[in-house]
């Protein structure tokens, strides 16, 4: 069964369309990738997804069932998003232990207390962390904390927004590693947007190539390991991320 | 490549200090080193004192703050014994820096042509139109398209990219000797930070200058830089020809190295730093 499906997808803010006719097709358990430069629409797909931004038209589909446009629990229960910046993403003057139960409160689950201390386990955080406040923990720490928090509802799939460029080499590693490790044990359906091609090659298994908010290319990761991916704007970005010049840079005709 | 002809700058036993209710933080513990015109980068992660670094320079940390060093002389000039009004003759017309954000360095309320303006006259007494051919020579030789529309536009109307096209002009119009830029293309998208860099790196390389750059990544600083500094919590670790990077002897920088993923990854698990291997140093 497809995980997530999209099917001809326009998604807009106001008056001004920012993906257009975008189809996809995400197999459960697969970890898929968009790639592409800033403002080519990869996170509205997301947030789309999520919910946060309705004002979409064509087909959203979660685990089989179509999505509505309004806030769906039914969704919130299967995904859950995790943001890039996590000095904005967790509340400040909530402890760690508040921001994991809360999701819990609100869905009506019980065994708050077990739950936490189990999740905090599973992503490496210790557990004296629990009733801290997000500024005493370092970036890392506060991304393994929304990462918890994504996960408090056990959902089958994780959206996850550019979860590592905000943070150092050696953090990014520890995540990644994370992230790795969670979905083996988890069974869990990650799309993720990145810029860092590096990043998708050692964590997704196929990507999807945007521009303007159409999607140019689907591809293998292993086309990207070789370096075969077909569209000339793939190549761009692969020469950007190695660093030889890209061929059609615009002063360059 | 540039040339190293004789030093620009000399720096020996650089110190910054904070002060913290548990007394006084150092974050830059006593490095030392040369610039001549060539181009050193900086590389450390965040708190390893890099940009301190590249402030305390310029002499733009601010009390409580305390810079000291037994030397930081630029083309004879001691800058520890400058003064407030000294410095504002050497900032901008000699050393300049280049910042992380354009969106936040830039000044709202004023065009960028205007901005350009003033970074000019400020050193220089140039007449009007003087003046105006000078802005639009060097947005071309930023790579700007259309100069005089652009000139004519405030900081919000433009892109990252160029905005920070816009900076790096205002900063090189007054021809410094010394190009400090800090991370500057961490806020711009993989393929425009290779333009901006290129830029950078052309014009240092076309007139002669030094520059420091500083940034956290490795692989960027290695592709642009002659030379390399890889610091960590304050301090310089390794020293290296940026070609010789791969050979990096030191447990950090060889750590850092291995924990980034590459473009073929086959690992299944990124190595992760193990920071009590180099506690001692």
């Given at each position: 069964m497809s995980a997530i499906r999209l099917d001809n997808l326009d998604i807009s803010y106001g008056d001004t369309t920012v993906v257009h006719g975008v189809s996809l097709d995400i197999s459960e358990g697969e970890s898929f990738a968009l790639v592409g430069e800033s403002g080519s629409g990869k996170s509205t797909i997301l947030r789309a997804i999520a919910g946060l931004a309705p004002d979409w038209t064509g087909e959203i589909s979660v685990l089989g069932k179509a999505r509505s446009h309004g806030i769906d629990r039914d969704v919130a229960r299967q995904v859950q998003m995790v943001f890039q910046d996590p000095y904005g993403s967790?509340?400040?003057?909530?402890t760690i232990d508040a921001a994991l139960s809360e999701p819990l409160v609100i869905n009506g689950i019980g065994n708050r207390d077990e739950r936490v201390a189990a999740m905090l386990e599973a992503v490496g955080l210790d557990r004296r962390f629990r009733f801290r406040f997000p500024h005493q923990l370092s970036g890392g720490q506060r991304q393994r904390v929304a990462i918890a928090r994504a996960l408090m509802l056990e959902p089958k799939v994780l959206l996850l927004d550019e979860p590592t460029s905000a943070l150092d080499v050696s953090v990014q590693a520890e995540i990644l590693n994370l992230l790795k490790r969670l979905r083996r044990e988890q069974g869990l359906t990650y799309l993720l947007v990145t810029h860092n091609l590096p990043v998708v090659s050692f964590l997704c298994d196929r990507l999807a190539v945007m521009r303007h908010g159409r999607v140019v290319e689907v591809a293998d990761v292993g086309l990207l390991k070789r370096g075969e991916l077909r569209e000339p704007y793939s190549q761009e970005l692969l020469a950007a991320t190695e660093g030889r010049p890209a061929v059609s840079a615009p002063w360059a005709q | 490549m540039v040339e190293s002809t004789g030093t620009l700058l000399s720096v020996k036993n650089l110190r910054v200090s904070f002060p913290t209710h548990r007394g006084r933080v150092e974050v830059v513990k006593g490095i030392s080193f040369d610039v001549g015109r060539e181009r050193l980068g900086i590389v450390g992660e965040s708190g390893s004192g890099k940009s301190m670094t590249g402030r305390a320079i310029l002499k733009l940390i601010r009390k409580p703050g305390l810079v000291t060093a037994d030397r930081m002389a630029f083309d004879g000039i001691d800058l520890t014994r400058q003064s407030e009004k000294q410095m504002r003759s050497v900032r901008g017309a000699r050393i300049s820096m280049v910042m992380q954000d354009p969106k936040y360095s830039l000044n709202p309320v004023m065009t960028v042509g205007e901005q350009i303006a003033e970074a000019l006259v400020t050193h220089e007494k140039l007449p009007r139109r003087e003046v105006n051919e000078r802005i639009l020579a060097m947005l071309d030789a930023v790579r700007i398209d259309d100069p005089k529309r652009v000139a004519g536009l405030y900081p919000h109307e433009v892109s990252g990219g160029m905005g920070q096209r816009v900076m790096i002009a205002m900063m090189l119009i007054p021809e410094p000797e010394l190009l400090i830029a800090d991370e500057p293309t961490s806020a711009l998208d993989v393929s425009v930070q290779a333009q901006v860099l290129d830029i950078i790196d052309d014009l240092v390389t076309r007139k002669g200058m030094g520059l420091i750059l500083i940034s956290h990544d490795l692989n960027l600083v290695s592709r642009y830089c002659d030379r390399i500094l890889v610091m960590n919590s304050g301090v310089v670790v390794e020293e290296c020809a940026a070609g010789e990077l791969e050979n990096a002897q030191h447990p950090y920088t060889r750590g850092l190295l291995a924990a980034m993923p590459v473009i073929d990854e086959a690992r299944d698990e990124l190595p992760v730093l193990d920071r009590t291997q180099w506690a001692g140093t």
């Open positions: 967790l509340h400040p003057r909530k | -």
